[in-house]
T-cell receptor
Framework: AQSVTQLDSQVPVFEEAPVELRCNYS??????LFWYVQYPNQGLQLLLK??????LVESINGFEAEFNKSQTSFHLRKPSVHISDTAEYFC???????????????FGRGTQLTVWP | KAGVTQTPRYLIKTRGQQVTLSCSPI?????VSWYQQTPGQGLQFLFE???????NKGNFPGRFSGRQFSNSRSEMNVSTLELGDSALYLC????????????FGQGTRLTVV
């Protein structure tokens, strides 16, 4: 079973500042990595994913994450945040078997990003 | 294409009662998973269904059960409700067998009083 650690439960930051949300997972076997975002009283929305190929993945709204196999990390970054980025962010891992996932996601405890004006 | 639909959105039940939550996956998706989200435990996996078969189950007591119908719609049932079952229950669907991406519904907020 995987263990996912999000090192910061809360990250306050001013608008237009850069931000990094950290995520580490427990095993370096074949894994698929995801970042989800959750707004109040909503479900989870996929922000970005790493399945294979380039270790740097980007989302359409300026976030990026880099898969680092040796450090078993998948940190999320954004060079300049907006107030609308205020939300809770979850890192998730699923284990690949013969190129497919097991269908189960292991989640971190979440990081509340609060952007102040 | 419609997203994952969960009904109802909010529910209040009394201890000892039972409850059934419903999830309609995205059209064409055959895999459905359920998660419980609480402030204390975070997001925890309940179970996963594919083609009406439970393929994976998390560490929850037998009071928690589920099923999937031939049209891929899924229900989960919790019997003999306890206060600690108060949570946001999230359903996710995947596009194919052991899909590589899960799409989540907005959840059902269950409050047990």
């Amino acid at each position: 079973a995987q263990s996912v650690t999000q090192l910061d439960s809360q990250v306050p930051v001013f608008e237009e500042a850069p931000v990094e949300l950290r995520c580490n997972y427990s095993s370096s076997v074949s894994v698929y990595l995801f970042w989800y975002v959750q707004y109040p009283n909503q479900g989870l929305q996929l922000l970005l994913k790493y399945l294979s190929g380039s270790t740097l993945v980007e989302s359409i709204n300026g976030f990026e994450a880099e898969f680092n196999k040796s450090q078993t990390s998948f940190h999320l970054r954004k060079p300049s945040v907006h107030i609308s980025d205020t939300a809770e962010y979850f890192c998730a891992v699923s284990e690949g078997v013969r190129g497919s996932t097991l269908g189960r996601l292991y989640f971190g405890r979440g990081t509340q990003l609060t952007v102040w004006p | 294409k419609a997203g994952v639909t969960q009904t109802p959105r909010y529910l209040i039940k009394t201890r000892g009662q039972q409850v059934t939550l419903s999830c309609s996956p995205i059209s064409g998706h055959r895999s459905v998973s359920w998660y419980q989200q609480t402030p204390g435990q975070g997001l925890q996996f309940l179970f996963e269904y594919f083609s009406e078969t439970q393929r994976n189950k998390g560490n929850f007591p037998g009071r928690f059960s589920g099923r999937q119908f031939s049209n891929s719609r899924s229900e989960m049932n919790v019997s003999t409700l306890e206060l600690g079952d108060s949570a946001l229950y999230l359903c996710a669907s995947s596009p194919r067998d052991r899909g590589t991406e899960a799409f989540f519904g907005q959840g059902t907020r269950l409050t047990v009083v």
